[in-house]
């Protein structure tokens, strides 16, 4: 392929993935910002102002080389470490159904989790570039990214948000056995996360109930089960082509969520099985695109950039769609670039650019 190609084709599928979403976010939420907000366009006009700003912000990473990235490093990790901390106070954070995740700014919220995926990525990227051969050492390759990751995860988990913390878990070991750390130590690090996440899953009841409810989904009905219920009706009733855009009826308050984490099943139900294959396709084209990208980087550093950009938004977008499809225990994560959220479309949006500034440069 030309050298266009990549960043042109990773462009273009970001861009059809944002137009789907904005024209999900409103068929799935405007009956519900209607009886909400009086207004129908409510969720729309915020999630175009987001698009907006992401889109701003992805046209400015394009335009930055990645390879000057690293000098902001220290005060980027720094505001992520401190707005994790003040999320967990009162004062600052915002309460929703049990988490505090949300930091109030003005009339919107900020998640800083989302922002943490984005730093780590790149503290990761850059650390693990400079050690070069040092990365084979405990004491001086493996341990200190480490560190910082097991900081971020724990301030991520006193949310709590163990999905999230899971996702930059996953990612950051890919980086790690990309880079060439000893498979010993990853090895040793599998041996004490297992554990851990069983205890953190099996002695917290929600997230147990989620797992036996994941298996047998009528066992409770009307409580922990309704939601992925009614997300295989949802789905279901598309058939393969689709009731028709903004003919759903899960979204008319039986789907909680619709228009956020629960927005494939609406996509599902209103333009059936090819609309939920096209936005599958897409996701697997970003993939490709980004894993392309990673492979032709000019350095060490932009590639394990790229790729631990690719895997958090592929990783989350395929979290999304199993939970949606019933194939994975139901968690509260967005799906990239079409449900409706500012942070998340933001950070995705600014990663998005970051890799056409890597695809752009790979010669430079």
Known sequence: MKKVSFHLGLFLVTLALLSI?????????AILSLEKYNDPYFFLKRQLAWAFLGLSGMLAASRINYRALPRLLKPLLFLTLLLLILVLF?????????ARRWLKVG???????ELAKLVLILYMADALSRKKEK??????????????????????????DLGTGLIILVVILSMLFVSGVRLAHLFSLFLVAIPSIWLLINKVGYRKRRILVFLDPWSDPQGAGFQIIQSLLALGSGGILGRGLGEGTQKLFYLPAPHTDFIF?????ELGLVGGMAVIILFGAFIYFG??????????????LALGITTWIGLQA????GVVTGFLPTKGLPLPFISFGGSSLIFSLIGVGILLSISLRREG
């Open 90 to 98: 009162p004062q600052f954070g915002k309460e929703i159904a049990g």
């Open 21 to 29: 979403g904005i024209i999900m976010v409103y068929s799935a939420s």
């Open 135 to 160: 990365i084979r050492s405990f004491a001086y390759g493996f341990l200190p990214p480490l560190l910082i990751l097991g900081a971020i995860f724990i301030l991520i988990l006193l949310q709590p």
């Open 107 to 113: 009339d919107f919220t900020l998640q800083p989790s």
């Open 318 to 321: 395929m979290i999304n769609i």
């Open 265 to 269: 099943a609406i996509l599902g139900e």
């Open 291 to 304: 894993a392309r990208i990673a492979r032709r980087a000019p350095d060490l550093f932009g590639s394990l």
